[in-house]
């Protein structure tokens, strides 16, 4: 019998020992931000340390540890289960964890109420982030519920100003809303809630409180119009595990990221103007960025690739990177947008390994579209990670590609109607121009790279020996066009050499390079 016992232990143990080894954190410290690192790290080949420890500043919107959807009790001091309405109402509550106004049945149509909520909940529960108790407004389970005119405003931790879970549903317009607390959000939704907000003033002041945000098991939340400022350290103005649409609207971040997607869920800007100002760092981070896509693994998103598409904006980066992936893969479209980096050591995309993931399998993999779009600036690719650019429909490209030579993978595709102009030596893996001529190429004394083979005619020279040239049409474009031309350099690439632009992952203690000057133009790029 002793025997017997001591065998299940010993079992115990070494189970424990290998799930600690694979999962590599505990539930206090999932889905924490890890810093950020603006230059690769001295040991550039390996994955960066793990960071287990929280923010001690709220962080970044951290998602609160493991749990499994449960019954949840409600309360409201004003509980609405059947068809309602009312004009100039007073909803209120300073006791958690009750919601002032809980919706649970029935069509409601509150118009120009006052809404306050305050009383900070004990303790940190899944209840708060995932099912929105304590929240100002909650809507669920069969509850509908409209909202015009009036204001929404909470003093106490987890407050959400309008929450919807589950099966509720709720359209709010002409509305103000203002949240001062951590994780407090200004309109959110979890658990597949829908959620329209039109003309909103939604301004939130706490850590990890997204103007527009959601959490685990997402929704679908539509946005048009209004303006929404984020004030707080990991408070981006948007936060997406769900499907999120933005149009025609104001959102300004001023001490974290823009907008952060995670995991297979998606953002879609339009008509927008985005500024993410970024002034502090928060947490362990040491770098910025504007438009975050990533994969924590911390079980607030469903794994899988992310999707982010922004059209006829206006996207500003006063300091870092504009568009940054890590730990995922993403579909990324941009169309007729006006890209603004204030900082002159930010990218305007940047693809590398995080703390989040598997050592050795968590860089970023990135298929990006760019639409009559123009922009200025480096791209950098680390040799985890890989990256699909396609220029199409008049876009035009300034700057310079994997200039250190490092990517793993980088796919490089122009249309006919595309131009690309280098302000560096760039290396991608493989080429494919629609223009045989190669004229839509400008390499201003610099080289392109196919592989570790120089192109500097255009795209149009011979091939040398080791490297590989097929003429035809490019993927993607019809049999009638037979002027295309790719290459391809077999074996891949090699990294370790610096070029301008890029970073020295030795000796300049993550400084940058500059690119060598090219008259007449001026590089500007949002982190």
Excluded at 196 to 206: F, K, S, W
Excluded at 438 to 448: A, D, F
């Amino acid at each position: 019998m002793r025997r017997d016992i001591l065998t299940v232990l010993l079992c115990v143990s070494v189970l424990g020992f290998r799930a600690s080894g694979v999962l590599g954190e505990s539930a206090s410290d999932v889905g924490v931000q890890p810093p950020d690192f603006g230059a690769p790290p001295p040991d550039f080949d390996d994955a960066p340390p793990d960071y287990n420890a929280p923010p001690s500043d709220g962080g970044f919107m951290e998602p609160p540890p493991r749990g499994r959807n449960r019954t949840v009790e409600y309360s409201g001091a004003r509980e609405i289960k059947e068809t309602f309405s009312e004009e100039n109402g007073v909803y209120s509550s300073d006791e958690a964890p009750q919601a002032a106004l809980l919706v649970s049945d029935g069509e409601s149509k509150f118009t120009k109420p006052t809404i306050t909520k305050s009383g900070n909940p004990s303790g940190r529960s899944d209840d708060y982030d995932f099912y929105g108790v304590n929240a100002a407004v909650l809507v669920h389970d069969r509850g509908k519920l409209s909202i015009v005119g009036g204001s929404i405003t909470t003093n106490s931790a987890y407050s959400s100003g309008l929450f919807v879970y589950g099966s509720g549903e709720a359209t709010i317009q002409d509305a103000e809303i203002k949240t001062n607390e951590r994780n407090s959000g200004g309109i959110m939704v979890t658990g597949g809630g829908t959620l329209t907000a039109r003309n909103l003033n939604v301004v939130t002041e706490g850590g990890s409180s997204a103007p527009i945000r959601s959490d685990r098991g997402g929704g679908k939340l539509v946005v048009e119009g209004g303006t929404f400022q984020a004030n707080g350290p990991g408070s981006p103005t948007i936060y997406s595990t769900a499907d999120i649409t933005v149009s025609d609207a104001n959102l300004i971040a001023t001490k974290s990221e823009g907008a952060i997607i995670e995991g297979k869920n998606s953002i879609v800007l339009k008509n927008v103007k985005l500024v993410d100002d970024n002034s502090a760092l928060h947490g362990k981070s040491t770098t910025r960025k504007n438009i975050f896509i990533y994969q924590s693994f911390s079980g607030d998103a469903v794994v899988g690739k992310s999707n982010f598409v922004a059209e006829n904006c206006e996207i500003t980066t006063k300091k870092g990177d504009s568009i940054y992936v890590t730990n995922t893969s993403c579909d990324i479209t941009l169309r007729g947008n006006a890209f603004v980096n204030d900082d002159p050591e930010g990218y305007f995309f940047r693809a590398r390994r995080e703390s989040w993931g598997r050592k050795g399998s968590n860089g970023g993999k990135a298929n990006m579209t760019l639409e009559d779009q123009k922009v200025e600036g480096n791209i950098f690719v680390d040799n985890i990670s890989e990256l699909t650019l396609n220029l199409t429909k008049g876009t035009q490209y300034v700057g310079a590609i994997n200039a250190a030579n490092t990517g793993k993978r980088v796919d490089l595709k122009l249309d006919a109607s595309s131009t690309l102009e280098l302000t560096a030596d760039s290396y991608v893996t493989s080429l494919v121009n629609e223009d045989s001529t190669g004229k839509n190429v400008v390499l201003n004394g610099r080289k392109l790279h196919i592989g570790e083979t120089p192109v500097e005619d255009g795209i149009v020279d011979s091939a040398s020996d080791d490297s590989e040239m097929r003429t035809g049409p490019p993927d993607g474009m019809g049999p009638e066009r037979g002027d295309g031309m790719r290459r391809e350099r077999p074996g891949g690439m090699r990294g370790g050499r610096q070029r301008p632009g890029e970073f020295n992952r030795d000796g300049d203690g993550g400084r940058r390079t500059p690119p060598r000057p090219r008259p007449g133009a001026s590089e500007k790029r949002r982190g």
